[in-house]
């Protein structure tokens, strides 16, 4: 099956304490974006990468960190100096020009992160 | 800049009624337009989409109709069922890099 998988569903951080979130795509996606997600808002962009070990910041870029290095994957790392991580943060990807509808997003189920 | 402002929260409807759900936007230019459905605890999928004026975008029972005279994108069902109850998200694609901006969204609670 073809997918996007993000891993863990739940996750439980601790105050000063760095995680990474996991997100991986099989559909052969170029472009993969980050969004989070808070109570009774829209998503908002935290990070995108179009092609592989390069990636840019998005409208919410400060206190998370991203890495390209496969095609396939696209973790990301909410830090220590992230304010108020609680959220949902959800993976996308994109197919590009040569694979039919470029300007679709496809999104994977989402990991909630909690801050103890 | 570019935004999405979606009808709030939530609506609730008996099965078998007519839905719709309004979506309006500020953009440069005519951008490629989506709604979105989040079922609970779950991720976003694609319902339905437009990219240019006037094209018609249907999936599932459910339509919307890009409007560029009213910058809207209004999303209809003639007849909801309980399955249907999720969140609405309507969205536009902007920027040279594909961008979403997203509205709010829209919670729907369809009862028997």
């Known amino acids: 099956d073809g997918g996007i998988t993000q891993s863990p569903k739940y996750l439980f951080r601790k105050e000063g304490q760095n995680v990474t979130l996991s997100c991986e795509q099989n559909?052969?996606?170029?472009?993969m974006y980050w969004y989070r997600q808070d109570p009774g808002q829209g998503l908002r962009l935290i990070y995108y990468?179009?092609?592989?070990?390069?990636?840019q910041k998005g409208d919410i870029a400060e206190g998370y960190s991203v890495s390209r290095e496969k095609k396939e994957s696209f973790p990301l790392t909410v830090t220590s100096a992230q304010k108020n991580p609680t959220a949902f943060y959800l993976c996308?990807?994109?197919?590009?020009?040569?694979?039919?509808?470029?300007?679709?997003?496809?999104f994977g189920p989402g990991t909630r992160l909690t801050v103890l | 800049g570019d935004s999405v402002t979606q009808m709030e929260g939530p609506v609730t409807l008996s099965e078998e009624a007519f839905l719709t759900i309004n979506c309006t936007y500020t953009?440069?230019?005519?951008?490629?337009l989506f709604w979105y459905v989040q079922y609970p605890g779950e991720g976003l999928q694609l319902l339905l989409k437009?990219?240019?004026?006037?094209d018609k975008g249907s999936n599932k029972g459910f339509e919307a109709t890009y409007r560029k005279e009213t910058t809207s994108f209004h999303l209809e069902k003639g007849s909801v069922q309980v399955s249907d109850s999720a969140v609405y998200f309507c969205a536009l694609l902007s920027g040279g890099y594909n961008k979403l901006i997203f509205g709010a969204g829209t919670r729907l609670a369809v009862h028997p």
């Open positions: 996308a990807s994109r197919p590009e020009k040569t694979s039919g509808s470029t300007d679709t997003q496809y």
């Open positions: 953009a440069t230019g005519y951008p490629s």
């Open positions: 437009a990219t240019k004026a006037d």
């Open positions: 990468s179009q092609i592989v070990n390069d990636f």
């Open positions: 559909l052969n996606h170029d472009a």
